[in-house]
């Protein structure tokens, strides 16, 4: 059954650096079979973004390029930054981390973990115990102090802000995720799980609180809490329990990593940031610049994103094509992912699986 939309759909596309325009190229690929498979028009432009680009311009982006960004559908983006591209007070150059989730005000970084059928994690859990979905605040937090703290030769200040419509905006995004989901493995509940360290910092006391009072309004979903360090723990010995997952800026960052070393690494989990008008799709790891060039790289991060892309714009039939292609793959062992992190048979292998039953 083909898409009901006539409209073309507009994907901006940022290609990154290392391992990132060959992450993009295959999820292009893909694309066009879903195009192909649905009779979907998709209209595709590059925008130029990340270390290269902060090289020759010392700006990680073109003038005007938000403004480019925002009218777009969504926007697919590969990893970006490479460890020798550095701004003038150490910090990693053309890095867009900053730049667009402020930029574009896209509060919410989604990342969906999930154990999948054919896929080998390291600890005992089996394919359908880990299901969850970590929302991550995306515009103040830690990461706010982004280019601003204080520093001197012997000592530095960072400042983390944690605000009311900040924490509510993005605590209410979480209960509304989990209204539409199947609830954690275990006891099929669905639950919003608040993790902060409101034992110890005020500005995690205020993101509790906030959450509590969000969690009133949502009395059909379960509302919990853990302090972070109890967290990353149950993460590894009980992720059944979890269904969406809401925290601070930095503690994301850090648990989300953690989660996909649960079910298979980095390159099994995709990511979206979304906001109120804009939305943009990434892997949730790095350039990789040691691998870049060799096809060695996993695309299945960046074609989860695309999937999320295409979900968010509304191609509800071109998401569970990639998504279900990408599943049938692995199960039936087309897609084998190697100790490494890597795929047998590189990038080109995965890419042709997944093209091959996206068109069957």
């Known amino acids: 059954m083909a898409e009901t939309q006539t409209a073309p759909l507009r994907i ?93 005000d896209t509060y919410a970084n989604v990342r969906p973990v999930r154990l999948r059928q054919g896929v080998t994690g390291p600890t005992r859990h089996a394919p359908g115990q880990i299901d969850y979905v970590i929302v991550r605040e995306n515009t103040e937090g830690l990461y706010l102090s982004r280019g601003n703290g204080v520093a001197t030769p012997h000592a530095a200040s960072d400042q983390m802000l944690i605000t009311r419509v900040g924490t509510e905006r993005v605590v209410r995004y979480a209960f509304e995720l989990a209204r539409h989901r199947d609830g954690a493995p275990r006891d099929g509940a669905r639950r919003v799980t608040c993790v902060d360290k409101s034992n110890v910092l005020r500005s995690f006391a205020l993101f509790r609180r906030v959450f509590d009072e969000v969690a009133a309004e949502y009395p059909d979903v379960e509302a919990d809490h853990l302090y972070a360090d109890a967290a990353a723990h149950a993460l590894v010995v009980e992720p059944d329990r979890f269904d969406v997952v809401v925290m601070e800026n930095f503690l994301g960052d850090i648990l989300s ?104």
């Open 257 to 360: 990593d953690l989660g996909a070393g649960t079910v298979g690494g980095l390159g099994m989990c995709g990511s979206g940031n979304i906001g109120t008008d804009a939305a943009y799709f990434e892997p949730i790891h790095g350039s990789a610049p040691t691998i870049a060039g060799k096809g060695l790289a996993n695309p299945l991060s960046q074609l989860l994103s695309l999937a999320m892309l295409l979900d968010h714009s509304g191609r509800r039939e071109g998401a569970e094509l990639v998504e279900r292609a990408i599943g049938s793959a692995l199960e039936d062992g087309a897609i084998t992912i190697l100790p490494t992190g890597s795929p047998e048979g590189g990038t080109a292998a995965v890419t042709a699986a997944v093209v091959e039953r996206v068109r069957a």
């Open 12 to 104: 901006a596309v940022i290609r990154g650096d290392g391992i990132g325009p060959e992450l993009v190229d295959s999820s292009l690929e893909v694309l066009g079979a879903v195009a192909e498979a649905t009779g979907a028009q998709i209209d595709v432009h590059d925008e130029p973004g990340g270390a290269a680009v902060y090289r020759e311009t010392g700006r990680p982006l073109h003038e005007g390029a938000l403004d480019r960004l925002r009218e777009a559908d969504g926007v697919l983006k590969g990893p970006v930054g490479l460890p020798d591209v550095r701004r003038p007070d150490g910090t990693e150059g053309g890095l867009l981390g900053g730049e667009l989730r402020i930029g574009l």
